[in-house]
């Protein structure tokens, strides 16, 4: 069962945008400024977009943006393109030198 | 540029031991932390343990812990996590990522851990 709770699929138009939930609780992710978020394609390893909570890696699209409200987190995707259909998973650290991830949402771009 | 390099797939029987190897390069490896997540086939990612720059303070998460040992040598730039008392269920692709600012930023190619008896 994972810590942190996401929608299992989302969907939206190219040029949309989409947003991903993630809640977790005033342990984790209300209680901390750490959650990051993280795009998977078929086969391939997981890619960093968003770190403490608003911040992008240098090279991620400014397409894509996080914020957070209480004990959910959420990640959006702006102006959707075809190669923004993946996996996504939220993560957050959870105290005690420990972290968790959310169980993924799949992104399709209709 | 950074890079995380694994070792290859296993092939291992319940009960077994595996032992995962990633070797860093393009960074100051002694410099930051080193996770380790796990994929099961076809679920999502499941966060297993760090080891601290060091390498001498671990955390392991609850689920596995006593059945998970990470280490590293900074000699060879290389992190190692062993998972012992193998189960069908420990089948999955094992991933090295590098730590930072509570996130992880580079990510091994993953290393697929097949347990069948």
């Known amino acids: 069962q994972s810590a942190l709770t996401q929608p299992p699929s989302a969907s939206g138009s190219p040029g949309q945008s989409v947003t991903i939930s993630c809640t977790g609780t005033s342990s984790d992710i209300g209680g901390y400024n750490y959650v990051s978020w993280y795009q998977q394609h078929p086969g391939k390893a997981p890619k960093l977009m968003i770190y403490e909570v608003t911040k992008r890696p240098s090279g991620v699209p400014d397409r894509f943006s996080g914020s957070k409200s209480g004990n959910t987190a959420s990640l959006t995707v702006s102006g959707l393109q075809a190669e923004d259909e993946a996996d996504y998973y939220c993560?957050?650290?959870?105290?005690?030198?420990?972290w968790g991830f959310g169980g993924g949402t799949k992104l399709t771009v209709l | 540029q950074v890079q995380l390099v694994q070792s290859g797939a296993e092939v291992k029987k319940p009960g077994a031991s595996v032992k995962v190897s990633c070797k860093a390069s393009g960074y100051t490896f002694a410099t930051y932390n080193m996770h380790w997540v796990r994929q099961a086939p076809g679920q999502g990612l499941e966060w297993m343990g760090k080891i601290n720059p060091s390498g001498d303070g671990t955390t392991y998460a609850q689920r596995i812990q006593g059945r998970v040992s990470m280490s590293r040598d900074t000699s060879t730039s290389t992190a190692y996590m062993e998972l012992s008392s193998l189960r069908l269920e420990d089948t999955a692709v094992y991933y090295c990522a590098r730590g930072y600012n509570y996130g992880h930023d580079y990510w091994g190619q993953g290393t697929l851990v097949t347990v069948s008896s």
């Open positions: 993560s957050s650290y959870i105290g005690s030198n420990n």
